[in-house]
């Protein structure tokens, strides 16, 4: 009887082949010359996707990479977008999918092998099913993508106001932030599995309950998150939601938030200005498992039935002077 041959560990070649196609053939000055684009702009781009600078006779680029620059000339030449905007679309671009990738390796691994020391087998079990699962993730991918980018127009559309002298667009929206109470003890007492899982689940279930209500969550900060939503309403709905989610687990983190509806300035993905500082001190001084708003969101809701706010003392707020906070809670009864 034959004896079983051994599997070999998947090689950078085979990784390299299945995502991106045929092996390298070109240098950076031949994509680019083959792209029809400068070698500067193209350089360029590939520092903006977050890729190494190589050497000059490095053979390190694909005929796919010269169809993507060559989509890169096409839009130039169409004349509505210049070099510059091209470069911040793809370092956007560049951000995003890293952290995605990275994201989704880690989940794929994690599920197959665990926290065991993968053989070279588990390894090239991993990537044959990456394989077979890729096709479809892609698709889903860029599906997302295209409902992400509707659900943001939309947003923009509907709440944008451009300054005429600087171009700027400003959106007034509401500002929250939720803060893990006593995350720094906790991160102490845990070990780091169990340190992840806290900080994954507390991510999934925010994220959940802000999509639920139609809201964005920005970012994740660790032990905190960043949430915007079009109106105070929304944003109470949010804050109260997630006050319940945390407090209803036995020995669970409790969360406390923080929340300010006003101006902000989108940028990268982001939200800057007054109103986020604003929600970020409010934030410090929430108790646990309580809301507190600013005076804005606070009048947004005037007339929104199922929420109560109180007001309480005026406080100093470091950078803002004295602002006036209220407390948010579900009627009592």
Known sequence: MDEERPVSRPTAEQVER???????????????????????????????????????????????????????????????LDEATIIRMTRALGQTTARLAQWQTEIMIGAMLGSDTPSDADLARVLALTE??????EQVLVHVWRKQLAAA??????????????????????????????FTRRARELDEVALAELVEGFEAKASDVVAAHGARLVKTLGDEVLFTAPTARQAAA?????????????????????????????????????????????????????????????EGLGDVSGVEVQRIRRRPARGLGLVQPFVLRKPSG
């Open 18 to 80: 299945l995502f991106v196609g045929p092996p390298a053939r070109y240098t950076r000055a031949q994509v680019a010359e083959k792209a029809g684009v400068s070698q500067a702009l193209a350089e360029r781009i590939w520092r903006a996707l977050g890729f190494a600078t190589l050497g000059d006779d490095a053979v390190a680029f694909t005929d796919a990479d010269v169809a993507a620059l060559g989509r890169v000339r096409t839009m130039l030449d169409g004349g509505g």
């Open 132 to 137: 077979h699962l890729l096709p479809d993730f």
């Open 153 to 182: 127009g939309t947003r923009l559309l509907t709440m944008a106001d451009v300054n005429d002298e600087t171009g700027a667009v400003r959106v007034s929206i509401a500002v929250g932030f939720a803060d893990l109470v006593s």
């Open 238 to 298: 949010i804050a109260l939601d997630l006050t319940e989610v945390f407090d209803g687990e036995r020995d669970g983190p409790e969360v406390r938030i923080g929340m300010a509806f006003g101006p902000v300035l989108p940028v990268l993905g982001d939200v800057f200005g007054t109103t986020v500082n604003l929600a970020a001190r409010l934030t410090a001084m929430a108790r646990p498992g309580t809301v507190v708003v600013d005076e804005g969101l606070a």
